[in-house]
């Protein structure tokens, strides 16, 4: 059998190559449709909850939801600082957006589970933390989100669950500010930090003990 000459294997060495980058581009653009479909699927809500380690901690758990991140919204300073939100009266709240996929998780289901994990009966904050930082609220994007919002915390009202009347706000969406980098995911970097902070101030104490009416309904 006779040696392929040299120039006739770069030929084919080139041309294999060639069909490995078409194959190769096919494939991304395959690809490249689903991935975009998948990222058009995914929506935000921001919360509103107290403290958002612990609201961030909370609905990291809730299957449906891809992200969290801790920030501020609803006050009037630019890019606001946590030294500015908590001690210089921005009229920010710390709160939580969250990323969620609407095909695992509806966005009722968010609202409900949200106030499943606070004290909606507080008017000055939540738990051990006081002030207009900690106070709750629900921050809607349209007027499907606002009627859901409503619609809860009417039901939740009229139900007589709770001790006293729902409180937490709703309000129009504003722009969001992520908070410091040592902030994101606290509850993941200082574990024993975290934990000695939710349970010294009693934060799953007092849901447990004002929604503990809820589950004879």
Partial sequence: MRTPSTPTIAVIAG???????????AGAQQDSPHQDAASKRLSQAVF??????????????LDGVVDTVSGYTGGHVFNPTYEQVSHKGTGHYEAV???????????????????????????DGQFCDKGDSYRTAIFVN?????????????EIDESGVLKAAVVTKVLKAETFWPAEEYHQDYYKKNPLKYRFYRT???????????????DDH
């Avoid at 509103?48 to 758990?61: I, L, Q, R, T």
């Avoid at 695992?104 to 949200?114: E, T, W």
């Fill in 48 to 61: 509103a909850g107290g403290c958002f380690w612990c609201v961030e901690a909370d609905f990291d758990k």
């Fill in 200 to 214: 010294t101030c009693g934060r799953d104490d007092t849901v447990r003990d004002i929604w503990a009416k809820a």
């Fill in 97 to 123: 957006r969250v990323t969620y996929d609407p095909d695992v998780v509806s966005y009722d289901a968010l609202v409900s589970y949200f106030f499943q994990h606070v004290d909606p009966t507080d008017p």
């Fill in 15 to 25: 041309l294999s190559a060639m069909a490995l980058a078409f194959l190769s581009s």
């Fill in 142 to 154: 349209t007027d499907e989100e606002r009627e859901t919002a409503e619609m809860e915390i009417h």
